[in-house]
């Protein structure tokens, strides 16, 4: 994705979230990172979103994907790009109504289908079907990560890939957190993203995609693939 396309995909996206927050309870968006991605500091600002676009960029290709599942989807920050490069985008979260609320705004594709998690369980969708599964901020939260990360591979076609981002949740980090507001307390995470790497690294082939930023990171993205 080119800049102006990405600052155009960005400033509507923002826009959308801020008309969102500004009629929603104290606190009920929080977990879907609505603060984050209309948050007023600049660099805080860019920071989240630089993580997208370092995801666009990894997973542009010349021909569409067939299927790609977006686990985690919160407010529905991928979906507009996802459909466009994918022919069937599956958007599945425990929590739909950030999603519901932006749609409002920014109604979703023809070609993608919403899952309610609570309904039902990743290894409830097709096996060996995905062709791009992309996981960002949210593994950090399951309990059970090591049945997910498996559920999860298993959804892939053998060339696929789980794209995974998460906050390495070091000094840095927390220290950051703190400065951002008390939108960021992060009570609901369950672990850092290297404790999500090591898991996987057991199961599946890494390969790095960024780190933001060195020499103390906040955010590491990388992409697993089937053994």
């Not at 959308?16 to 603060?35: H, K, S, T």
């Not at 996802?82 to 739909?96: F, G």
């Not at 919403?114 to 949210?138: G, M, Q, R, W, Y």
């Amino acid at each position: 994705m080119k800049t102006k396309e990405f600052i155009s995909y960005k400033s509507r996206y923002r826009n959308a979230i801020q008309r969102v927050l500004a009629q929603a309870e104290p606190g009920r968006l929080d977990e879907a990172a609505f603060p984050a991605y209309s948050h007023p500091n600049l660099l805080i600002n860019w920071l989240f979103w630089q993580r997208l676009r370092k995801v666009m960029e990894h997973i542009q290709r010349p021909l569409p994907y067939e299927r790609v599942l977006d686990f985690g989807c919160g407010s529905g920050v991928m979906l507009p790009h996802l459909s466009q490069i994918s022919s069937q985008v599956t958007a599945m979260d425990v929590d739909l109504l950030p999603l519901e609320r932006v749609q409002v705004h920014i109604p979703l594709a023809s070609n993608v289908e919403v899952k309610d998690a609570t309904k039902i369980n990743v290894s409830d969708l097709p096996e060996n079907c995905f062709d791009l599964i992309i996981a960002l901020d949210v593994l950090e939260h399951v309990k059970d990560l090591p049945r997910i990360l498996n559920e999860l591979l298993t959804l892939l076609k053998q060339d696929g890939q789980l794209i995974v981002s998460g906050p390495t949740e070091n000094i840095l980090y927390r220290i950051g957190r703190k400065v951002a507001g008390p939108e960021y307390s992060g009570v609901y995470h369950e672990r850092g993203i290297a404790e999500i790497k090591n898991e996987l690294m057991n199961i599946s082939r890494i390969e790095p995609i960024a780190t933001l930023y060195g020499p103390v990171p906040l955010f590491e993205l990388f992409s697993a693939k089937k053994l």
